[in-house]
């Protein structure tokens, strides 16, 4: 049973109260999706409007074969990767090296989580864009299989193969952090 | 557990690890107002003087040419007004020279009398 299907009925018949309730209820999960899917690009937020906005226009046409949140996450990927075509290569590598522009100086203490997350983003950004989205959906997002296979409209089976693929791609990149482990600090061990 | 299981979920675990993003406090706010300027379809859409700009401009284009192209009083005139003028024109007659003659006129009427003297 779709926890949100309440609210989507009142949301159909157009209530934006209703809708309102939705968006609390989804946009830090979705602006952390875009923010994944675009490393940290500084129009994640943005993206994320437009995929609420994009929900709220096609609310009539949402028959309730998938859960709202499988929907709406099948929707906020499909606005970044409008978005990533319409600009192109060119933005995506300006983009990715937007964390280098502003090097901290040596005498500032880098802040480390700060830093984690650039390393995250960074390695998430040289993954191709099918195995970007499934292993996000699942690690970052913790999606199961089955709701990713809805997601991305594809087989269990290639979903697992995409996210193998991903972390074993992602595994060299994120080597310093595996040796300082999962903490936020990395002062531990 | 193998070691690649064991490398699968440690990557797993350091993605998993990401803080939640801050949602910026005025996110619904701007969803809103994407949605309201969406729906301006209506008669707000013809406030916009945009729209009226783009359809107007090839009218506008089309009275510029026109203007352009369209004869006038001050423009030059043409053969048969020269001919009408110069039967019109003796350079003795007093009359003529309180009548409104158009220069060119004048002048063409000075240059045949001049070539008729020769």
Redesign the interface.
């Known amino acids: 049973m779709d926890p949100d299907r309440a609210l989507v009925e009142a949301a159909a018949a157009g209530s934006r109260e209703a809708f309102d309730d939705l968006v609390r209820r989804h946009q830090v999960a979705i602006v952390a999706l875009t923010r994944a899917l675009t490393s940290g690009a500084a129009d994640a937020e943005d993206l994320a409007q437009e995929a609420f906005v994009r929900a709220w226009k096609s609310l009539r046409s949402f028959r309730g074969d998938s859960s709202f949140r499988t929907w709406l996450h099948r929707i906020a990927i499909n606005v970044v990767r409008t978005a990533q075509t319409r600009h192109g290569r060119w933005t995506r590598m300006f983009t990715a090296a937007e964390p280098d522009a502003d090097p901290p100086s040596p005498e500032e203490p880098l802040d480390a989580a700060l830093a984690r997350r650039q390393v995250i983003e960074r390695a998430l950004a040289s993954l191709p864009e099918e195995l970007r989205v499934a292993v996000a959906l699942r690690d970052m997002q913790g999606l199961d299989y089955r709701e990713i296979a809805a997601v991305l409209d594809v087989p269990i089976g290639t979903v697992e193969s995409r996210i193998f693929r991903a972390r074993r791609r992602l595994k060299p990149l994120l080597a310093p952090l595996l040796q300082t482990g999962p903490s936020v600090t990395g002062q531990e061990r | 557990m193998t070691e690649h299981d064991e490398?699968?979920d440690?990557?797993?675990?350091?993605?998993?690890?990401?803080?939640?993003?801050r949602?910026?406090p005025a996110?619904?706010a701007?969803?809103?107002a994407?949605?309201d300027a969406?729906a301006g379809t209506g008669w707000l859409a013809l406030a916009d003087f945009r729209v009226w700009t783009l359809r107007l401009a090839p009218l506008a284009a089309a009275l510029a040419l026109i203007a352009v192209l369209w004869p006038t009083g001050g423009v030059e005139p043409s053969a048969p007004a020269v001919a009408s003028a110069q039967q019109t024109f003796t350079p003795a007659s007093a009359a003529d020279w309180q009548q409104d003659v158009a220069a060119n006129a004048m002048l063409e009427a000075a240059l045949s009398g001049s070539a008729h003297a020769r």
């Open positions: 490398e699968q440690a990557v797993a675990a350091i993605l998993a690890s990401v803080p939640p993003p949602v910026t996110f619904l701007r969803v809103n994407r949605i969406d």
